[in-house]
């Protein structure tokens, strides 16, 4: 008997704890690791006691193949009294046990297309570590996996006295990669994090499986903690009312670009710096793009204070800009989340949410592209930002000491001793001049002078920069590149004789060199 889709959530409600010796009986050693392993692995106390039942069980095993009496299952469901039946029938349909849920009287269709077990990196109850663990565990053989425990075991050793190690397991039947998973886990070389996986720490599988060149088993790690970590949906963006009369920030034209006559020309850059460090594209981390078009002065009482005296002026132009970015670090492997008008407090969760997802990927790459003034950038709701506020919310974040941190700004940088000057004060700390290592701050122009944006082009900085890492992002570091940059950038000339000249800050400690392009 099963029960429609539409009722099955109820009639899970009806299973009962009594019935879990019976479930257990039809349940072979395998599927009693891998459920212990699921069920009790997020929980550090009861773990260690189901280990030890485990262990105790896989011994019994060994001398005689037939079934064995257990109680896993009756265990956990005291230890989680009220959610017991949701966590079982996901690790149920996670380890595919179709003749368990059966004989429970579910429809396998039905729970799948709940549960989407063959969705690795989601859960709706169990841990999503967990789940992605028992796959990769399922996914190795028993050869593998027996070179992974004995490396990472060499692994941790090295890292951890011996006093600190413990006791060994001596269990070294490594076709259950469970147990061992969850004696790491247990011994807290390994952590979970909360059930988002914010706090995990799986750092030294991932380095394992990328020593090994398994980037299928890195990767959904990986994957697994970025897609569950502090999952924030963005809010629509409410439309503003029509901008009063402007004031220039960025220099508008809509002629073409020629180029500088009164420079002598010069040969490109080319530089062989060490040490060196080389980003891949698998690993590369997010790409956050906040494109600034059109802004409002629509604000609390207590913000007024930080207003422009002059409306700010829609940025025609800038979506190329967005949609330029977007392409190229794409095609690098960044995973690109481009965002428009966004308010101030809006454009600071957006970065430290990004900042947070980055424990794992190798560098991160802010853009913003908006009006400003010196020091100082625009949220769309008019509200200006400091830009060291801004590096300082990037390099305090510990996901990033010592990896790559580009903040790439397009905007002016003009005096403003008309127009206000006042910004917005974040309470941003920085404890160790180290936290700033590997931060790199590219503006479009140098301080006092305003930035120039083609209204159908695109920016003049932004266009250079993409066009700089399309011709020499395979071959050369990022400081070569941005160098080129403004070569490109000190060439233009406008139709009124607007020059430009970016400026570049830093404190890359090695070479950087981006990931290399993939080709469509």
Avoid at 86 to 108: M, V
Avoid at 211 to 224: F, G, R
Wanted: charged fraction near 20%.
């Amino acid at each position: 008997m099963t029960f429609a889709s539409k009722n099955f959530l109820i009639y899970m409600k009806s299973i009962d704890i009594l019935d879990l010796p019976y479930l257990e009986r039809d349940l072979n050693f395998s599927q009693k690791v891998s459920l212990g392993f699921l069920l009790f692995g997020d929980q550090f106390t009861n773990g260690a006691y189901i280990l030890q039942k485990l262990l105790a069980l896989a011994r019994l095993h060994e001398i005689e193949s037939s079934q064995h009496y257990s109680d896993i299952l009756s265990q956990y469901a005291k230890t989680n009294p009220e959610f017991w039946r949701e966590h079982l029938i996901e690790a149920l349909c996670i380890i595919q046990a179709r003749r368990a849920l059966r004989k429970l009287g579910f429809n396998w269709t039905e729970l799948r297309a709940h549960y989407l077990p063959q969705i690795s990196e989601i859960t709706l109850h169990v841990h999503p570590l967990l789940k992605a663990l028992y796959v990769i565990c399922e996914q190795l053989t028993e050869r593998q996996s027996g070179r992974l425990v004995l490396d990472i075991s060499d692994m941790l050793a090295r890292r951890h006295s011996l006093q600190n190690m413990g006791d060994p397991l001596r269990f070294y039947n490594f076709k259950y990669l469970e147990i061992f998973l969850l004696d790491w886990f247990c011994r807290r070389f390994l952590q979970l994090g909360d059930i988002n996986a914010k706090g995990s720490n799986v750092e030294i599988l991932i380095e394992y499986f990328k020593s090994k060149d398994m980037s299928v088993q890195a990767k959904l790690l990986i994957d697994t903690i970025n897609a569950n970590v502090g999952n924030t949906p963005e809010d629509p963006t409410p439309s503003a009312p029509p901008p009063p009369p402007a004031v220039k920030c960025e220099e508008d034209t809509t002629e073409d670009n020629k180029e500088r006559q009164d420079i002598p020309k010069a040969h490109l850059p080319a530089s062989d710096l060490t040490p060196a460090l080389h980003l891949t594209s698998r690993n590369a981390g997010i790409a956050l793009i906040i494109n600034q078009q059109s802004f409002h002065q629509n604000v609390d009482e207590n913000l007024k204070h930080l207003l422009p005296f002059k409306a700010l002026k829609s940025r025609m132009g800038t979506d190329v800009d967005k949609q330029k970015l977007d392409n190229v670090f794409s095609s690098l492997g960044y995973q690109v989340e481009a965002h428009d008008n966004k308010d101030h407090l809006e454009m600071i969760s957006l970065i430290r949410h990004a900042c947070e997802r980055s424990m794992l990927p190798d560098s991160l790459i802010v853009c913003i592209l908006s009006h400003g003034f010196e020091g100082a950038v625009y949220a769309s709701n008019s509200i200006p930002l400091k830009i060291i506020d801004i590096e300082n919310i990037i390099c305090a974040n510990d996901n990033l000491k010592d990896k790559p941190k580009f903040l790439i700004i397009q905007a002016c940088q003009q005096k403003d001793t008309i127009n206000n000057g006042k910004m917005f004060e974040m309470k941003t700390h920085i404890n160790l001049p180290d936290q700033h290592l590997n931060m790199l701050l590219a503006m479009s122009t140098v301080p006092g002078f305003s930035a120039q944006r083609h209204t159908v082009q695109g920016s003049w900085f932004i266009q250079c920069l993409c066009e700089a890492i399309e011709q020499h992002g395979d071959s050369k570091h990022v400081g070569d590149i941005l160098t080129i940059m403004i070569y490109k950038v000190s060439q233009k000339c406008g139709n009124k004789g607007e020059t430009m000249v970016p400026k570049i800050s830093g404190s890359l400690k090695e070479s950087v060199f981006l990931p290399k392009r993939q080709i469509k």
